[in-house]
């Protein structure tokens, strides 16, 4: 977080967390977006196998076989998760990514509430590279982007999705881009069948108390 008062800061962390505090809405679901580089990682020899209380055994040396990327969508009061994975995170990924939340995810929303940090390739700008003129703004208009402060990624929910992804699914060396999309498939549909919804806890009310060193001091 910012070490000093930072009014930027709480003003993009104060809006966040009003969105939080939204009940449910089908027709307005308020999704949380995040994305994760990994690197694919091979083995340069077989590891030796397992024996009675030896577990397997991992050489120190391996092959850097480049990285994927894996994008992250949470409905936290839902409790569901739209993941995929991807060569790359670039503004085309991201539009195509978003046109497939609104058309094959959320058909039926009339707009989503996104919230997501501000990478130069999270913005509706990116759907005109992707799409013709007409078909980007029908993208855009049903996308209702909120933006995380800078250094207030932890705001995000997405962002806690993808740490358990990380150590529950990503912790081994996996050497291709299709195990990625195989181990994280998997992870996205037990994680999404157990329904598991977020609770967040921290409030504005919380903020001005806890942080009040960020927010401005008003003079009279």
Known sequence: MPPNQDAAFV?????VLD????????????????E????????????LPTAPGKPLKYDT???????VNIFMTVEPLAGTRFTQVTERRT???WAHYRKALVDDRYPEAERLC????????HNKS????????????????KLDLHYTPKHGSWLNMAEIELSHLSRQCLAQRIAAKDTVITQVEAWTQSR?????????????????????????????
């Open 11 to 15: 003003c993009q962390m104060e809006e």
């Open 126 to 141: 990116s759907l005109y590279e992707a799409f013709a003129p007409l078909e980007a703004k029908r993208i855009a208009d």
């Open 192 to 220: 999404n069948a157990k329904q598991a919804k977020a609770q967040w806890q921290f409030t504005t009310a919380d903020a001005r108390v806890k942080l009040r060193k960020l927010y401005p001091t008003v003079s009279s």
């Open 36 to 47: 994760l580089s990994t690197q694919l990682s091979g083995e340069v020899r077989d590891p």
């Open 19 to 34: 969105l939080y505090k939204k009940p449910y809405d089908p027709r307005h679901p308020m999704l949380c977006m995040d």
């Open 91 to 93: 503004k085309l990924d």
């Open 61 to 67: 040396e391996y092959t850097r076989n480049g990285t």
């Open 114 to 121: 996104v919230i997501l940090d501000n990478l130069n390739t």
